[in-house]
């Protein structure tokens, strides 16, 4: 009996596994179907779609961890006199074997880790790759080659913050460190250093003002003002015009020329060479991260100094001297995004109290002429573009009114002038454009995508929003809005 009930009982045995069996595989295969087609790492598919634009993001124009290729987050930078906090190399990052100064993290006290290896080159951010060696250091510009004592990898490198992006990376010229030759082979210096040398690049996007903060100089400001002075800049790609445009600022940082890199036909020689600038935010400093922990304002402070900057702080009643009013400065354009009514703008905001001021900066503009132009306003506005940039000449309390043109551009604006406003001391407004004060609603009969969906152009890639949204239309201001928005402006400002 026994015997029988077993013999029945197993097929039900071999059934019911088969059943589980492909249970767990129609889960599985569900599974790798969700990942594959379905995932939102935001939890909804606009902020996947933000994030995927926002590594393309280009002014008509990341914060994260540092970390080694292969190896472990680096979260500060080096300043002049104490190294890195250690870093654990990878099977393909060069080491330097000499001593390293290692951070302990408590009460600022530092120990030896003699013999210990750590990275030549490493990730400073998304955006941004960081080399640092110490020793008999030679840079070939013409070969874009860096020899290397104490190496024994080579490393490849770009030293422009915009790693994630590749467009703009085809336009940086690559340099090679290579371990210094032990005989004869290594090329003779032409010209020596008794300071470190400091490689950056103004490939990239830099000449589009926006960028040239963004990718350029604000990371150079982070990496670099520790030195005090005390560090001779490499610049590769140099374009001789963006240098006279910002040398006031360079004066800054260091107490010599700049060196066009690529071109100068010598072998200069440094104790020390770091090559590429750290990258933390948009427009913007991470104290927590920076030497010093210095920040945004800090920066700010620098170029007040620079371009002979010499009002602090906006106020109702305008600049000290002037005719007791606040002062407005309209940022014009020429091309895409213009005012279409910017006189009667101007108009209506003379009849609101204000003094008024019209400009439209472009790559020719004297740099501190504008500034101070800037500097003198105590609300600026303008649409989005990288006319806005110039808010880091604004005096503190200042207020910003960003005009967002038509097409769910919010997450752009907001990531370029918005987020890094509070941290500039400027007071933040926005401007959002209704269709009927858009150039579009006459390119495109009502029922047209571009008017009545702009997340499905959002989806089909930035060249799609840029071309619907930044290059083709124009604004024209609702005269009651702006009156609206004026008097709120006023009533923040000190």
Not at 318 to 326: D, E, H, M, R, Y
Not at 458 to 466: C, E, F, I, T, V
Not at 485 to 493: N, Q, V
Request: charge should be positive; charged fraction near 25%.
């Amino acid at each position: 009996m026994k015997s029988s009930l077993r013999s029945r009982q197993e097929p039900r045995r071999v059934s019911n596994g088969v059943i589980i069996g492909a249970m767990l595989l129609s889960l599985c295969v569900l599974s790798i179907v969700k990942a594959r087609y379905c995932a939102t790492p935001f939890g909804k598919a606009e902020d996947q779609l933000q994030e995927q634009m926002n590594s393309s993001i280009r002014m008509e124009t990341e914060d994260s961890p540092a970390r080694t290729p292969g190896g472990e987050s680096n979260p500060q930078e080096e300043e002049e006199d104490v190294d890195e906090p250690e870093a654990v190399p990878s099977s393909t990052t060069p080491t330097v074997t000499t001593p390293a100064v290692v951070s302990t993290g408590g009460g600022g006290k530092d120990r030896k880790a003699k013999g210990k290896a750590k990275p030549t080159c490493y990730m400073t951010s998304k955006r941004s790759e960081r080399c640092d060696a110490s020793g008999d250091i030679r840079v070939d510009g013409n070969r874009s080659t860096i020899y290397v004592s104490g190496i024994d990898k080579e490393w490849k490198t770009k030293p422009y913050a915009r790693y994630h992006d590749p467009v703009a990376m085809e336009h940086v010229r690559e340099y090679t460190l290579k371990p210094l030759p032990s005989s004869g082979d290594a090329p003779a210096c032409t010209k020596n250093h008794s300071v470190p040398g400091f490689m950056f690049s103004n490939g990239g996007f830099s000449g589009n003002l926006y960028h040239d903060y963004t990718d350029v100089l604000v990371p150079l400001f982070i990496s670099t003002h520790q030195f005090k002075g005390r560090v001779q800049f490499l610049l590769s790609g140099m374009k001789p015009w963006w240098v006279g445009k910002f040398t006031p600022f360079f004066r800054q940082l260091t107490r010599f020329d700049v060196i066009d890199v690529d071109n100068d036909q010598e072998v200069h020689c440094f104790p020390r060479i770091v090559v590429g600038a750290t990258f933390h935010k948009d427009m913007g400093v991470d104290p927590r991260r920076s030497p010093g922990h210095v920040s945004v304002v800090d920066f700010k402070r620098a170029l007040r100094r620079a371009f002979g900057l010499e009002r602090e702080a906006a106020s109702r009643t305008g600049a000290t001297g002037g005719v007791g009013k606040p002062r407005l400065l309209i940022i014009s354009r020429r091309g895409s995004r213009r005012f279409l009514n910017e006189r009667e703008m101007a108009r209506v905001a003379a009849d609101a109290g204000f003094e008024v001021r019209v400009a439209e900066p472009d790559q020719h503009t004297d740099m501190a002429t504008f500034a101070r132009l800037v500097n003198s306003a105590d609300v600026m506005i303008g649409v989005h573009g990288a006319g806005l940039t110039n808010m880091v000449f604004l005096p503190r309390g200042a207020v910003l009114i960003q005009v967002v043109p038509f097409g769910g551009l919010e997450w752009l604006t907001g990531v370029t002038f918005k987020d890094p406003a509070p941290d500039m001391e400027v007071t933040y407004m926005d401007y959002n454009v209704k269709l009927e004060e858009s150039s579009l609603i006459d390119q495109y009969p009502r029922n047209h995508q571009v008017l009545t969906d702009p997340y499905a152009v959002h989806k089909q890639g930035w060249d799609a929003l840029k071309t619907a949204y930044l290059d083709k239309q124009n604004i024209r201001m609702d005269m009651d809005r702006f009156r609206a928005t004026l008097k709120e402006a006023m009533s923040r400002l000190p």
